[in-house]
């Protein structure tokens, strides 16, 4: 059973995890080079050239071709291993993707937290961008506008995820939860019950 790693360097700055194969100006969605092979849920993502930044908010295996749905194969079998190993025609079969919002570029004067001019190309490489890359970009919370106002249904879980794996890069995670917190003070003033329940799991 492919077990997601991810086999890709991006010039030593982070792991080349797939392509893009859809995007329009405010969200894209990539194929994975290995099955299950996904960033996690709110990873930072750089994608081009030239620089986008991104952040995922869906992650999903699914067939190929959706005209050969997935049929159950495990009855009897001892675990879910060996399901995989007695049918190797599986992984040929199935396709790892993920959906990832846009949260910024980079352009001549620097990094901006707004959207891009125009989406990142079809086939443009999509890495996981390093702790210290994420680290660089997040010291700017003007990103979180773009996720707190993405939209049901996951817009708050993106926004938690993020936030944590975002903490994890910075020297003071703690610190930043802090930061974070007053941004998106800033932006749920008028929904505190939101803004409450989206720092109680940051914090955790």
Partial sequence: ???????????????????????NSAALVAQCYELYG???????LRVGPPPVYAVV?????EPLDPSRPVLARGQGAESIEAVYRDNP???????????????????????????????PRIHSFVSL?????????TANLDFLRLLVNSGPPL?????????????ASHPDGTA?????????AAELAGD???????????TV
């Avoid at 059973?1 to 995007?23: H, W």
């Avoid at 996904?38 to 930072?44: F, Q, R, T, V």
């Avoid at 961008?129 to 970009?137: D, K, L």
């Avoid at 930043?176 to 998106?184: K, P, T, V």
């Fill in 1 to 23: 059973m492919t077990g997601g790693a991810v086999l890709t360097s991006d010039n030593g700055t982070g792991a080349r995890v797939g392509e893009v194969t859809e995007a």
């Fill in 38 to 44: 996904a960033p996690p849920l709110g990873a930072l």
């Fill in 57 to 61: 908010q869906t992650v999903r295996t």
């Fill in 89 to 119: 025609q599986i992984e040929r079969l199935l396709t790892t993707r993920f959906d990832a919002l846009i949260v910024g570029h980079s352009g001549p004067g620097g990094e901006y937290q707004l959207l891009p001019p125009a989406p």
């Fill in 129 to 137: 961008c390093s702790p210290e890359e994420t680290a660089r970009f």
């Fill in 155 to 167: 817009a708050d879980e993106v926004v938690v995820a993020c936030l944590r794996e975002a903490a």
């Fill in 176 to 184: 930043f939860a802090l930061r974070a917190g007053r941004a998106l």
């Fill in 192 to 202: 505190v019950p939101r803004l409450n329940a989206i720092m109680r799991r940051v």
